[in-house]
């Protein structure tokens, strides 16, 4: 069973505007939340995280929400940049256990 | 510092043949994990080690078997690969268990005939 879902497999906007990236989830032991960043022929690299006991992560032009009644999160990128062009994988795990579970990606595409 | 590494970057198998691909970390990081990323189902955990000298199965472990030869180096075999292990293999290490962000390896694709 796909205990992570992003149910858009693609996304377009231009650049300059905000790209959000949805994610839901199943399981109610998740407690903690990241997404990572794929480029062609490259493993995937960490983007931003989240805990259970926050609702909101800043880092930079990234932004990650959670909301646990609804069992969603999403990540908003202001402003979108070209080199944002990449597949994001949302992920969650329970901290008292190793099996992180991947959600099947979104590839956001920026247009100049 | 190259992070995590893994060799090879591709292969082709015939049904029935092994293999073991490898991965290695120079982070000094307790945990490994090995996944299979196929098209429409995201990355699948098949095997982890939270410390030196134990291993544990995922969520898809039937046709694989794992070594965690030392803290650096965690091993994945294919005893005798089948078509639908036709993938992406990818390494990862992090610093702890649980909620530890963990740091990936740049993938083995393997194709089995």
């Known amino acids: 069973d796909q205990q992570v879902k992003q149910n858009s497999p693609s996304l377009s906007v231009q650049e300059g505007r905000i790209s959000i990236l949805n994610c839901d989830y199943t399981?109610?032991?998740?407690?903690?939340f990241l997404w990572y960043k794929k480029y062609p022929a490259e493993g995937p690299t960490f983007l931003i995280s989240i805990s259970s006991i926050k609702d909101k992560n800043e880092d930079g032009r990234f932004t990650v929400f959670l909301n646990k009644s609804a069992k969603h999160l999403s990540l908003h990128i202001v402003p979108s940049q070209p080199g944002d062009s990449a597949v994001y994988f949302c992920?969650?795990?329970?901290?008292?256990?190793?099996?992180?579970?991947f959600g099947a990606g979104t590839r956001l595409t920026v247009k100049p | 510092n190259a992070g995590v590494t893994q060799t090879p970057k591709f292969q082709v198998l015939k049904t029935g043949q092994s293999m073991t691909l490898q991965c290695a970390q120079d982070?000094?990081?307790?945990?490994m994990y090995w996944y299979r990323q196929d098209p429409g189902m995201g990355l699948r955990l098949i095997y982890y080690?939270?410390?030196?000298?134990?291993?544990d199965k995922g969520e898809v472990p039937n046709g694989y078997n794992v070594s965690r030869l030392n803290k650096r180096e965690f091993s994945l075999r294919l005893e005798s690969a089948a078509p639908s292990q036709t993938s992406v293999y990818f390494c990862a290490s992090a610093a702890g268990t649980g909620g530890e962000t963990q740091y990936f390896g740049p993938g083995t694709r393997l194709l089995v005939l």
């Open positions: 080690s939270a410390s030196e000298g134990t291993t």
């Open positions: 399981n109610s032991m998740f407690d903690y």
């Open positions: 992920a969650a795990s329970a901290l008292w256990n190793n099996d992180m579970r």
């Open positions: 982070m000094n990081h307790n945990s």
